[in-house]
DNA sequence: TGACGGACTTTGTCCGTATAAATTGGGCAA
DNA sequence: TTGCCCAATTTATACGGACAAAGTCCGTCA
């Protein structure tokens, strides 16, 4: 959707159906078509604006692809936006690109074990307390540096317990394992990022002082009907890891 | 573009353009027409899928939007992907809904001074030290809660020292009041957050423990030309601020 | 060699028409 | 009243055709 016809130098080639797109936006925008109204039919689009129904419904697209309005077959256009909604976006390949852990880091298991949620954890995992899980420990550790960049638990549920079986284990992202092995895809996911002090049992296995400022990151993947399929839990000591988010304004090609 | 027709209950219902596209989809993903490569044209795959024009294009328009092919006349289809390469997205309306701040939160500003960046401040702001600044020190609080949830350093060109005189700067992202006042737009912005010991200068002004842990968040902002024009800096004390993100994975509406 | 121009190819835009599918609303029956 | 079916409306899908605009290719000419 980047580069597509119709634009010279920014500018927008003048042709029937962008001056009838146009005009819509203009109507949308102003209130004549109010959110949550009906656009007029394909058939009194061709009469006002003496254009075929392939012209009008090229206008219309714009209109789609621009989030202003979405159609349905039986019930007509409807308008759910005045302006175009988004601005900004940031854009991930995939849910493991989320992460900004380069190649050069992988997971150091220490142990795995099952688990049921007391209402600590449940709070942190977002679930119901008394939830069975299944529990992976590990040490993040970079081919580069001595130090333990950080700890992760990686909650999964207990039928997806033969990722730590794979041999790409260590180097993988575990919601990737659980999709090829499993077929369990990602429909939805949820970050939070927060800081505390450092846990007594973490700050041991990485080698820090309990309390130090620690940085925590909850991963949620959620999927189909919302199901809560995998939480991963990596705290990092002072200086370890910095999250980095780079957001673009987006720009909307047609018109 | 999130419910488009032709989707029902999440499986797809069948259509001659939909399937040429699935097939061709394939074809690419397979390396039949490799990524730098021409698709047949219009005419061609009229006749190898007994299809019109019309059909054709439909067929194709859905891998445009994948970003899988594009097209100029004259040209034909160029294959630029073999994957749909985006997966998942973050969207946000304005990069002042990026920072989660509800609306009862606002900015006690406590003071404003021009400053130069000497070596510290410049790797902080990413900018070349000598660089001159109009800084702003706030505390940020919130309506409900009598503690102040962190302390915010905004760094704007000196140019742009006019927006502390509105009336609505406590309550406005900076940004937005640069862009309504001197026409200067956020055309890239970027994000970084990491854990650090309290500073003594803010630990004192939020009466919290000097070298207790602290989520710093730093935002650049950045105009036409790659021209960093902003960046603010919030340091929050334990438990008083959580960032937190969504994801969805992108429905790709047609097909 | 390099610039230019024209023929050719390919997509862009626009028109006409027909049938299918989805939705709504009203009438009818339980 | 409630529930179901039918008819009307509206968009979805698909066919046909025509000309315009943009890009490529190649031969000609300086």
């Known amino acids: 959707m980047a580069d597509l016809p119709g634009k ?21 925008r102003l209130g004549t078509y109010a959110v949550g109204n009906l ?14 129904r ?4 090229e206008a219309l697209r714009i209109l789609i692809d621009q989030g202003l ?5 039986g019930l007509g256009s409807v308008v759910i936006a005045a302006e175009p909604p988004v601005l900004f976006t940031h854009s991930v390949k995939s849910l493991g690109e989320w992460l900004r852990y380069s190649n050069e880091t992988y ?23 008394g939830k069975s899980w ?7 550790r970079s081919d580069q540096f001595a130090a333990p960049l950080g700890w992760t638990e990686i909650y999964v549920l207990r039928k997806f317990a033969g990722v730590v079986k794979r041999s790409d284990h260590g180097r993988t992202p575990v919601h990737e394992q659980v999709a090829k092995m499993y077929g369990q895809t990602t429909e939805y996911a949820q970050m939070e990022i927060f ?11 990485l ?3 309990a309390g130090s400022p620690a940085l925590t990151v909850v991963r949620r993947y959620y999927g189909l009907r919302e199901e809560l399929f995998e939480v991963t839990i990596t705290t990092h000591p002072e200086g370890r890891y910095t999250y980095t988010m780079d957001m673009q304004r987006s720009l909307r090609p047609r018109l």
């Open 195 to 205: 800081v505390r002090g450092m846990p007594a049992p973490i700050a041991k296995q």
């Open 69 to 73: 309005i979405i159609r349905r077959a």
């Open 134 to 140: 299944f529990l992976i420990e590990a040490v993040r």
């Open 54 to 57: 392939q012209t009008v419904r």
């Open 107 to 129: 997971r150091d298991v220490t142990g795995s074990r099952d688990i049921v949620a007391d209402k600590k954890l449940a709070a942190m995992l977002k679930c119901e307390p």
């Open 207 to 209: 080698g820090v002082k």
């Open 39 to 52: 656009l007029p039919t394909e058939t009194e689009l061709m009469a006002s604006y003496t254009a075929s």
């Open 8 to 28: 010279v130098h920014g500018k927008v080639k003048a042709s029937r159906y962008r001056d009838i797109a146009a005009k819509l936006q203009k109507d949308i």
